[in-house]
């Protein structure tokens, strides 16, 4: 026993004493309606035993794909008490019963990573970069002072939800299966504290990548993202809330988000929307150094060692909005892009620096950002070899 063992729960067999139960102590019907699919669950209490049991099999993905819209069937949950981790399991996706106390909604103890498995040429299965996933969990549980996800409780919970919604994973090349792995403090308390009890879950649904088209980007001058000192480099569920205002301003002014910089004259760049960012200038690839005002992204890294291997040079340093401006007026300015897990790649057409607007060149197939993604891509499909031993394949 490895105290993190999967626990499969099945529909009750007919004439045993759970079935009937089951019938005597049916709480409700819970109908839940996806863009593609339709999940229904029953939910029986027998004694401390809550089960949630799944009517319906497994569903193949849908053949058109949108992002955030589609939930598969299953979920992982396991959960931590005063210092004890419980044995995960994967149980088919319902509704959680929570308590308005729970400290998530009054202090806001709430973290969560954004991942994707693939389907690979050959048919099997992979998820992109468990570790470093992990390694950034981690980070942003210390803090916001929560409890470390054991990884073994995290890469192995993970690998069965995949496995178990493995006709989930989309054929299409642009097509991914994303993870949401979370975590959440649940003790029923309202003063103010560090929580005793957390849940950890994670739910998958089949997703293209976020943006289709060149967005165009607004430097914003007036609200940050983060500040020194901050939770910026944490993915916690407060800096995302906390950036949709800027957003939808820039929205409203005709661009399709905005370029967050540190709030000083000078705007030095920090991220795109929720992605990192970065520039290709006079051939050298530029962008901002990691800081407790910038996530670590799994995509900027892994497109910073490619870059390195190809002998791409590689500047991780401070650069101004004005910088940018100046390198557009001189032609340098070559390329500008957000990375990350959500988007992959989403190149930038348009920079807005206070009144000036930067039209930056239509992209040919030789970008750095376009060559970088196919590669990339083809990494996760064995279509290239996986010389980083970034995929963890799963068995399905």
């Avoid at 995290?154 to 069965?160: I, N, P, R, V």
């Avoid at 990192?276 to 051939?283: E, K, Q």
Wanted: with cysteine; glycine share 8%; net charge neutral.
């Amino acid at each position: 026993m490895n105290g993190y063992d999967q626990r499969e729960i099945r529909h009750p067999n007919p004439g045993s004493e759970i079935s009937k139960l089951f019938w005597s102590k049916l709480l409700r019907l819970y109908l839940y309606r996806s863009t593609f699919s339709f999940h229904f669950w029953d939910v029986i209490r027998v004694g401390l035993l809550k089960i949630f049991v799944m009517n319906t099999p497994s569903t193949a993905a849908p053949a058109k794909l949108a992002f955030g819209t589609t939930v598969a069937d299953h979920m992982l949950s396991a959960t931590f008490d005063r210092g004890t981790w419980s044995p995960w399991q994967v149980e088919g996706f319902h509704p959680l019963s929570i308590s308005p106390t729970a400290m998530v909604f009054h202090y806001g103890q709430s973290i969560f990573e954004g991942m994707k498995a693939f389907r690979m040429a050959d048919g099997r299965v992979s998820i992109f970069r468990v570790k470093k996933h992990w390694q950034r969990f981690c980070a942003s549980a210390d803090r916001m002072c929560m409890p470390h996800v054991p990884e073994e409780l995290f890469t192995e919970g993970l690998k069965a939800l995949v496995a178990r919604d493995a006709a989930w994973v989309p054929d299409a090349p642009e097509g991914s299966l994303y993870l949401r792995p979370f975590l959440f403090a649940t003790e029923e308390r309202f003063g103010v504290g560090v929580s005793e009890q957390y849940q950890f879950l994670a739910f998958s649904g089949p997703v293209r990548s976020l943006y289709e088209n060149p967005l165009r980007v607004k430097v914003e001058d007036r609200y940050i993202r983060a500040a020194p000192g901050g939770v910026g480099y944490a993915k916690c569920a407060g800096n995302y809330g906390g950036a949709l205002y800027a957003t939808q301003l820039a929205k409203a002014a005709g661009y399709d988000q905005v370029l967050w910089t540190d709030g000083t004259p000078d705007l030095n760049i920090e991220e795109s929307g929720t992605m990192n960012v970065a520039f290709v200038i006079n051939g050298t690839l530029v962008t901002p150094p990691l800081s407790d005002t910038i996530l670590d992204g799994v995509t900027r890294d892994s497109f910073l060692a490619i870059a390195r291997d190809w002998g791409v040079p590689v500047e991780e340093r401070r650069l101004s909005a004005w910088e940018l401006v100046d390198a557009q007026e001189r032609g340098q300015l070559q390329e500008a892009f957000g990375f990350g897990t959500a988007a992959v790649v989403a190149p930038i057409s348009v920079i807005a620096v206070k009144e000036k607007e930067l039209r930056l060149p239509p992209l040919s197939e030789n970008a750095f950002c376009l060559r970088a993604k196919r590669y990339l891509g083809d990494m996760r499909r064995g279509l290239a070899p996986d010389r980083y031993g970034w995929n963890t394949i799963v068995d399905v």
